[in-house]
């Protein structure tokens, strides 16, 4: 799959299922790859919320297969989980005005953490079941 299949895949998963699990659990998923029916994910995941495991690692491949018409024919996934900081977050409906030192505060946040070298957590492979992930 051309690489921009994968961001057009992307981009469209984390706005539509993926964005709240960065923003209120810490926890983020990216398509790397989708190559010989197998999906290839990145998880930054800062375990506030979801500890890195294999059932989370399952869970978000599921996810993947299931929201994009494209994976559907998957039949097995590798995710590599890092460790990281901060995965977004989402701000109160708040005057920013008033509120500019915290405004301040977080985009701070957010540049640190893009410049964050992430640890590796550990990798996770495996073959869906047959029919295990049918949309």
């Known amino acids: 799959m051309e690489e921009t299949?994968?961001?057009?895949?992307?981009?469209?998963y984390i706005r539509g299922i993926d964005k709240f699990p960065r923003m209120f659990a810490g926890c983020a998923s990216n398509l790397e790859r989708y190559e010989d029916g197998?999906?290839?994910?990145?998880?930054?995941?800062?375990e506030?919320?979801?500890?890195?495991?294999?059932?989370?690692?399952?869970?978000?491949?599921?996810?993947?297969?299931?929201?994009?018409?494209e994976l559907k024919d998957a039949?097995?996934?590798?995710v590599t989980m890092f460790k990281t900081t901060?995965?977004?977050?989402?701000?109160p409906g708040v005057d920013f005005v008033d509120n500019l030192d915290m405004i301040k505060q977080l985009v701070q946040l957010v540049k640190s953490?893009?410049?964050?070298?992430?640890e590796?957590?550990?990798?996770?492979?495996?073959?869906?079941?047959?029919?295990?992930?049918?949309?």
């Open 5 to 12: 299949e994968i961001r057009e895949i992307a981009d469209r």
């Open 38 to 46: 197998i999906i290839y994910l990145r998880i930054e995941n800062t």
């Open 48 to 69: 506030k919320r979801f500890p890195s495991s294999h059932e989370r690692a399952l869970q978000y491949a599921h996810d993947w297969v299931r929201f994009n018409e």
């Open 75 to 78: 039949k097995g996934f590798v």
């Open 86 to 91: 901060f995965t977004g977050c989402a701000v």
């Open 113 to 118: 953490s893009r410049n964050e070298k992430k």
């Open 120 to 135: 590796l957590i550990t990798i996770y492979s495996g073959m869906f079941a047959v029919g295990d992930v049918t949309p």
